[in-house]
């Protein structure tokens, strides 16, 4: 069991952390309240005006040594992962390995970004002036973090904020602290000051009180639809940067690789039990393949090995808590009751929920409309690939789509009509490389993640620009 002290400012009691696979006590962390933002928001100051007087190379050095030791420690990070989040042993070691990645992305950003030459020459009349921008820090990011990558999401906020000079106020998941923690200390390890980053474990109410701090220049924030609409209601005149969420849509043409889209669509599908926000869970397959991919898809799901996610054995671990379970349980059982066919799973075991799959889910039931964030995939028939963009964009929230086909056309269509941040071909919704722009159309984001871009969201230009006359 591990003990986290902050020791950063009052507290109001602790925050316990249960294995969500057996319930077990994994650790405590004290936990802090709305009153006790002024003391966060001090230690912050500090923390601003240290990262804004480190040198590049400074920041770009600490980084990387963090990278470094997170790489050597990766069993532990893992294992940490498994206790808290029940992510499987397998998928928290690529994690970890991903916030190793995150992190050298993140000092080579330091590096390089800097700015670039205005050419002012280029108008009429500023012939004789000359100059340049530069990125510069906003000062204090607060970054608010969910549960089901516990470290690399982190990693993808304080990673960029460092880079550029900020302070944070982390306030990671109270659900999955420890991982957040152990990536805090390893960046302290790495030479970062101290009051550089912030850490404060709360609920909602302390979540508030951070967002609508004046001095907080920024909130970077990945959840849900419903607190990212709270936040920008309490957050008042700050940069906002928020990934909500998706339904994510992949597509299965008749003429593709039917084998390799059914295994990567299991494993889209299954990844974190399905809690994934870019995890593929509507599966709309060409009427001419469609008996076929439903068999093997289903028989792929049932070979799943669900249960202890330290086993290596285990394909598929717990979702965060029974509670969670219960609620895709019973988003299914009101999927069936509107007319859904079940074809596998739909049982449950605690906070374990058996990867399901449906078919015929109507187009108006929420399963349909919104994020379950479980292991429970729908497939659909469509007959062209218009009527399939079609049903892919119906969801008011959307990151991620995909699409199969061996026909350059068709992927090139779906790439122009899918409303969503990435489309990946021939690649299920899920596949996340952390340099690329990372973020949601319509209701589903708020400016972009992955490294190169957080980074520009946490800085802003400034010009200089001379005179020679």
């Known amino acids: 069991m591990t003990t986290a002290r902050l020791q950063i400012a009052p507290t109001v009691e602790e925050v316990a952390v249960f294995n969500p696979y057996d319930g077990s006590l994994v650790g405590r962390v004290e936990a802090s309240g709305p009153g006790d933002v002024e003391a966060l928001l001090v230690r912050a100051r500090h923390g601003a005006l240290l990262s804004r007087a480190l040198p590049r190379h400074r920041r770009a050095a600490i980084l990387e040594r963090a990278a470094r030791l997170v790489g050597e420690g990766c069993e532990d990070f893992a294992r940490t992962i498994v206790r808290e989040a029940g992510k499987t042993i397998v998928q928290a070691r690529k994690e970890t390995l991903r916030c190793v990645?995150?992190?050298?992305?993140?000092?080579?950003?330091?590096?390089?970004?800097?700015?670039?030459?205005?050419?002012?020459?280029?108008?009429?009349?500023?012939?004789?002036?000359?100059?340049?921008?530069?990125?510069?820090?906003?000062?204090?990011?607060?970054?608010?973090?969910?549960?089901?990558?516990p470290l690399n999401l982190v990693a993808h906020k304080l990673g960029p904020a460092i880079a550029g000079g900020n302070a944070v106020l982390l306030k990671p998941s109270e659900l999955t602290p420890l991982s957040a923690l152990k990536l805090v200390e390893t960046l302290i390890e790495a030479g970062l000051p101290e009051a550089i980053v912030t850490v404060a474990i709360g609920g909602a109410d302390l979540g508030r009180a951070i967002v609508s701090a004046r001095e907080i220049r920024m909130v970077s924030f990945t959840g849900g639809f419903a607190t990212g609409e709270a936040i920008t209601r309490a957050a008042g005149l700050k940069k906002l940067a928020m990934d909500l969420g998706g339904n994510a849509p992949v597509i299965v043409m008749a003429d593709c690789d039917l084998g390799k889209a059914v295994e990567s669509c299991i494993s889209g599908a299954y990844w974190a039990a399905g809690q994934n926000c870019i995890g593929t869970q509507r599966i709309l397959v060409q009427a001419a393949c469609y008996h076929s991919f439903r068999e093997a898809f289903v028989a792929g799901t049932l070979r799943l090995q669900s249960g202890d996610p330290g086993r290596e054995e285990t394909d598929v671990g717990p979702m965060?808590?029974?509670?969670?379970?219960?609620?895709?349980?019973?988003?299914?059982?009101?999927?069936?009751?509107?007319g859904a066919r079940l074809l596998c799973g739909h049982r449950r075991e605690g906070a374990l929920y058996y990867p399901t799959v449906i078919e015929a889910v109507p187009r108006d039931n929420r399963l349909w409309r919104e994020e379950i964030f479980a292991p429970v995939v729908m497939l659909e028939r469509f007959e062209t690939l218009g009527d399939a963009i079609r049903m892919a964009n119906e969801p008011d929230c959307s990151l991620h789509a995909g699409i199969f086909t061996n026909n350059l056309a068709d992927a090139l269509e779906a790439a122009a009509g899918i409303e969503a941040g990435g489309v990946m071909i021939n690649d299920s919704s899920d596949y996340r490389f952390d340099a690329m722009p990372f973020g949601g159309f319509k209701h589903g984001s708020m400016g972009r993640e992955g490294v190169r871009f957080a980074y520009e969201e946490m800085t802003q230009p400034k010009v200089v620009c001379i005179n020679r006359v």
Request: hydrophobic share 45%; glycine share 6%.
């Open 101 to 149: 990645n995150t992190l050298k992305l993140a000092a080579e950003e330091a590096k390089r970004n800097a700015g670039e030459i205005v050419p002012f020459d280029a108008y009429a009349g500023s012939e004789s002036r000359q100059g340049w921008f530069t990125r510069e820090p906003l000062g204090i990011v607060a970054a608010i973090t969910p549960y089901n990558d």
């Open 320 to 338: 965060i808590s029974e509670a969670a379970a219960e609620r895709a349980q019973a988003a299914v059982e009101q999927a069936i009751a509107a």
